[in-house]
């Protein structure tokens, strides 16, 4: 009710209703300040519900938990479209990984209408002709793409990237070193060609206007852009600022595969997606329903997902740091098993022990190796599954405060060729959300070949 009532007050002090710009006009407060102003109470402000609205939307500068910081239109936008324009239920879980549901399907789509694929080409510049800073209403083109190849495939074959699990085609978390030449040795060198700290390339490819292409959708993440795009930022202020201003934060997860389900551990209610938990991992979910859909030899009971930020570093380290994402993954497995100790109890009595301890004897290896039943305590844990997500492109776009308004639109008319896609660009949604990408992967293909029509584009509300 406090909620509710400062969002209807400051709704008719800030004139929402009448502005053109609707809640965009509030989107230079931060969520909690606005909130405040028009007579929220401080424990409204602090209640699990607003928390847990800044965990979903990992709305934390820095990835640093003590900077709490959500622009108050979007906040507001997002809540009120997940209440009142929800269909079904707040929350949908995939049947499986995303990678599996979601792009697998999509791939293959494509595939069979003809689109070509090629895997292991990093971008590293798109290229614009040279000239001094552009003005309002200059006009300029995409005129080169540059890549490193990172491998080649054998006898120049198509690569084949799904693997099927259950009779499912499904989206690996490695490459397969069998279909590359010189396969056993990046095997052995255990090459990440997702690592934006990879470097090594076994060629360069530059794709030229014309000759190679006539349009272009960049759709990297906004933290990829100053690697590859130097030269737009050196001439367009608009991009600049939108680097400087739309910033990221690096995020944490792990999963759990348990040999007893929630209602054994302890836990009573359904299966909610739970958020406004403890840092670090403040949002988490079981995922039971996803047990089915994996190989396992003897099935586990369920899975249990983790996530939430990342906090940086003071400095981020220099491009050459080959040994980062491996040492930040290494942190989140030690948090891990820190909140495994600590955090769990009293959700999960019965994971613990008379002693308090973590029963380690709970979690399922999926591969287990020879003598594997010997092995105790945390030392289990090493068959679960954790990831920082610290590459560039897949740090977690943030809706700061006096940001948004910096965003650029896929409908932008700088770059006749170019168009941008992706979660932060100004799509009329403007947080990290599957919902965000797609209503910009419509506006991308409405500026390339203006279908589907801006009305067809659901959510899209902006004129």
């Not at 896609?421 to 797609?438: R, S």
């Amino acid at each position: 009710m406090d909620l509710v009532l400062a969002i209807i007050v400051g709704s008719i002090r800030f004139n929402l209703l009448r502005d053109p710009r609707g809640l965009d006009s509030i989107d230079h407060y931060e969520c909690r300040e606005w909130l405040r102003m028009n007579g929220a109470s401080q424990r409204a402000v602090n209640s699990p519900f607003v928390v847990g609205l800044y965990d979903l939307a990992l709305a934390y500068e820095d990835g640093d938990s003590s900077k709490p910081a959500l622009a108050a239109g979007q906040a507001i936008r997002g809540s009120l479209r997940m209440f009142f324009g929800y269909r079904g239920s707040l929350f949908w879980r995939m049947r499986a990984g995303m990678g599996d549901v979601v792009f697998a399907p999509l791939y293959e789509l494509l595939r069979r209408r003809g689109v070509r694929f090629r895997f292991f080409h990093k971008l590293t510049n798109v290229q614009i002709p040279a000239g001094p800073p552009l003005q309002p209403g200059d006009r300029s083109h995409v005129e080169a793409l540059d890549f490193d190849v990172q491998a080649e495939i054998l006898e120049n074959h198509e690569y084949s990237p799904l693997l099927t699990v259950g009779h499912r085609p499904c989206w690996p978390a490695q490459p397969d070193f069998d279909q590359l030449v010189d396969g056993d040795r990046l095997r052995i060198d255990q090459r990440d060609f997702e690592s934006h700290w990879d470097h090594s390339f076994t060629s360069r490819r530059r794709l030229e206007v014309k000759r190679d292409f006539d349009a272009v959708v960049l759709g990297v993440s906004i933290g990829a852009v100053p690697h590859v795009c130097s030269e737009i930022l050196a001439r367009d202020q608009r991009w600049q600022t939108m680097v400087e201003r739309v910033k990221t934060t690096a995020t944490q997860a792990f999963q759990l595969w348990l040999h007893e389900d929630l209602a054994q551990l302890g836990w009573h209610g359904p299966p909610y997606i739970v958020s406004a938990f403890d840092k670090p991992f403040d949002t988490w979910c079981d995922m039971a329903h996803v047990i089915p859909e994996e190989a396992w030899a003897e099935r586990p009971a369920t899975s249990i997902y983790f996530c939430g930020v990342l906090k940086d570093p003071p400095v981020l380290p220099a491009d050459s740091d080959s040994s980062y994402p491996f040492g930040r993954a290494n942190e989140v497995r030690d948090r891990a098993i820190a909140f495994l100790r600590q955090a769990g109890a009293p959700i999960w009595p019965q994971a613990y022990d008379a002693s308090g301890d973590f029963r380690w004897e709970l979690l399922a290896d999926p591969a287990p190796t020879e003598g594997a039943g010997e092995i105790q305590g945390e030392q289990r844990f090493q068959s679960q599954y954790w990831r920082a997500n610290v590459n560039p492109t897949d740090r977690y776009v943030l809706a700061l405060p006096g940001s948004l308004q910096h965003r650029i639109s896929p409908l932008d008319p700088t770059y006749d060729n170019l168009t941008i896609a992706g979660d932060w660009t100004d799509c009329g949604f403007n947080e990290g959300c599957t919902e965000a990408a797609v209503m910009s992967g419509r506006l991308a293909a409405h500026a390339l070949s203006a279908s589907p029509s801006l009305a067809e584009i659901h959510g899209y509300d902006h004129p």
